[in-house]
């Protein structure tokens, strides 16, 4: 059973950084693609960054150059590392794998950006 948990969300304040970290089990993580969504309230949820199982990375475009995104795959982990985080960026950030035709998600960590 494929599992993705996620870590490492909680409050910043405006500038600040933090690192999401998912941890997979179940599946054979380094054939698998990954992306982190985020979802604020009210809002729908929205593509952050995306990795593909040979690397490759892609960003939204209202993160580029703030966030990166990166895997372990020796640990089974994907991470988000923040910087310079806004309070625009407060969401809840989810871990989502696409592995074998179908698609996983985790059950979210919290981000919030306040002074």
């Known amino acids: 059973q494929v599992q993705l948990v996620e870590s490492g969300g909680g409050l910043v304040q405006p500038g600040g950084s933090l690192r999401l970290s998912c941890a997979a089990s179940g599946m054979i993580f380094s054939i698998s693609d990954m992306c982190w969504y985020r979802q604020a309230p009210g809002k729908e949820r929205e593509l952050v960054a995306s990795i593909t199982r040979f690397g490759g990375t892609g960003y939204a475009d209202s993160v580029k150059g703030r966030f990166t995104i990166s895997r372990d795959n020796g640990k089974g982990t994907l991470y988000l590392q923040m910087n310079s985080l806004k309070p625009e960026d407060t969401a809840r950030y989810y871990c989502?794998?696409?592995?074998?035709?179908?698609?996983?998600w985790g059950q979210g960590t919290q981000v919030t950006v306040s002074s």
């Open positions: 989502n794998a696409w592995y074998r035709n179908t698609r996983y």
